[in-house]
């Protein structure tokens, strides 16, 4: 099958220009002014339109259990969300369960393989730590599973101590992983929540409260001083105070290979939403700020200390007791309503794998805050070279995957769930005033979304073996 989409203006990391893409099965053949027709399939005019590479989207939680429950977008329903928002590529979370991490691989390939709407790939937690997983590790590495995350929070599930931390990044370091961190202060965590819960602080802000800001910082610093000491790079994911903006800069300033990312909840967001009557909404780890630290994190991607825009999709319904409509079924899954009487029960998650780019694109592109390049780089060109996507995705050019959004600048609307397709109760951006939205998606060259019609299918996204890291950025 081949394809050209007419006179759309191609954006890029870097540039831009008006021209035609040439797509033959699957894959981008040329780029040119007036591409001849002949033996063409199918014109798609993109005229008065952008063109995007595909969104990538590298920090996904899909059906993950959490807290007697399950986060509430599957391999499919999360991947659909995402491709009607203009992603076209996630990476998910593996969870540990022993010390045989290619089973635990194996059983999220099982899940994800007949449900995957869009191309994914994985990450793999590493939450319990031994001669035989270190012995394991380097295996992943031959299927394409190149990055770890740890954790220093979360004390009796998911931490490791700061030696096995140092012992995990010496052997990413000698094989060619990337480590992920989540930086938060887990023995801290620890004493505030039961000096809260003893006190009879049990509303959805005290998530906020005993989850400080300092505590991230530090683990931010700390993650970067372990990354000095093995040479290994690190990526800080979910960056959320204005602090870590700063040790990241002060770490990159060194020539330390540290990178990092932030999320659309932690741009607009703070401890004030908990406050309100529908608070639990907003309960993620790490938790929302303040203002300032919305800003510094703003700055930190306009100036380029932060390379990358994930979501840390994990949604959960508000009130998981009532069904809500999804293709024409009633679904209803346990949610927020489980910590009605203790913040400690809450399951941590937010929706956002639909909403990254049209929000980001109005907030950050037309608001004047970054240009449509800068756009494209923390949304598409930079997770595909941190993350070993490249240049098979991530850009726009003869050999890459077609991976293409047709991107209407001038389309204005009221955004909500009614747009976003994410399987919860509720959308955080409900009422926002959206000017540009993606009018057509092809993941592959096969069109996906076409305006408000999906054309996907469950079983069509292919797992992606991503190479081992390589410093590019
Ligand atoms: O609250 C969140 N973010 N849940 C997902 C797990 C994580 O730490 O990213
Ligand atoms: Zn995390
Ligand atoms: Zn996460």
């Known amino acids: 099958m081949k394809t050209i989409i007419r ?200 998530h906020a409260h005993t989850r400080p800001a300092w505590g991230a910082v530090e683990a931010v610093s700390r993650g970067i001083s372990l990354s000095a000491h093995t040479d290994a790079p690190l990526y800080i994911v979910h960056m959320n105070a204005g602090g870590e903006v700063d040790q990241l800069a002060y770490g990159r300033d060194l020539g330390i290979p540290v990178m990092g990312e932030t999320c659309p909840q932690y741009l607009f967001f703070t401890v004030e939403n908990l406050k309100q009557a529908d608070g639990a909404k907003w309960i993620c780890s790490p938790p929302m700020r303040f203002d300032e630290d919305n800003e510094r994190l703003w700055q930190g991607i306009m100036n380029g200390t932060i390379q990358v825009l994930g979501t840390d999709h994990c949604p959960f319904f508000f009130d998981g007791t009532q069904p809500i409509l999804y293709e024409g079924k009633e679904v209803m899954i346990p949610g927020k309503e489980l910590g009605k009487d203790d913040f400690t029960k809450i399951p941590n998650g937010l929706p956002g794998v639909g909403d990254r780019l049209p929000i980001f694109w109005t907030e950050g592109v037309v608001k004047g805050r970054i240009t449509p390049h800068q756009f494209v780089a923390l949304t598409s060109t930079n997770p595909a070279k941190i993350f070993g996507l490249y240049p098979q995705k991530g850009v726009i050019q003869p050999g890459s995957d077609a991976d293409l959004v047709i991107w209407d600048p001038n389309l204005k609307l009221t955004y909500g769930r009614e747009w976003s397709h994410q399987r919860t109760d509720y959308n955080l951006y409900e009422g926002w005033e959206l000017e540009g939205f993606p009018v057509k998606v092809f993941l592959r060259g096969n069109c996906l979304v076409d305006g408000r019609k999906w054309l996907g299918k469950a079983g069509n996204g292919k797992f992606m073996r991503r190479k081992p890291f390589n410093r590019v950025i």
């Open 7 to 206: 006179g759309g203006t191609l954006i890029s990391a870097s540039d831009e220009c008006k021209a035609d893409i040439l797509i033959d099965d699957e894959k981008i053949v040329r780029i040119g002014i007036n591409l001849s027709t002949k033996g063409i399939d199918q014109i798609v005019d993109a005229h008065e339109k952008l063109i995007l590479p595909g969104g990538i989207d590298v920090h996904t939680h899909f059906d993950l259990p959490m807290f007697n429950t399950v986060s509430s977008d599957d391999h499919y329903t999360g991947h659909k969300a995402a491709a009607f928002g203009g992603t076209t590529t996630v990476l998910d979370f593996v969870p540990q369960t022993g010390n045989d991490l290619k089973n635990d691989i194996s059983d999220w390939l099982k899940k994800s393989e007949p449900k995957a709407a869009i191309d994914y790939g994985f990450h793999m937690n590493i939450s319990i730590f031994n001669s035989e997983v270190a012995e394991q590790i380097p295996s992943l590495i031959d299927i394409g599973v190149t990055s770890l995350k740890v954790f220093t929070a979360y004390n009796s599930t998911l931490r490791l101590q700061d030696a096995d931390i140092f012992k995990v990044m010496r052997i990413a370091k000698k094989h060619g992983f990337l480590t992920m961190l989540h930086a938060e202060n887990g023995d801290i965590i620890e004493i505030l929540v039961q000096e809260a819960l003893a006190a009879g602080y049990t509303a959805p802000e005290w």
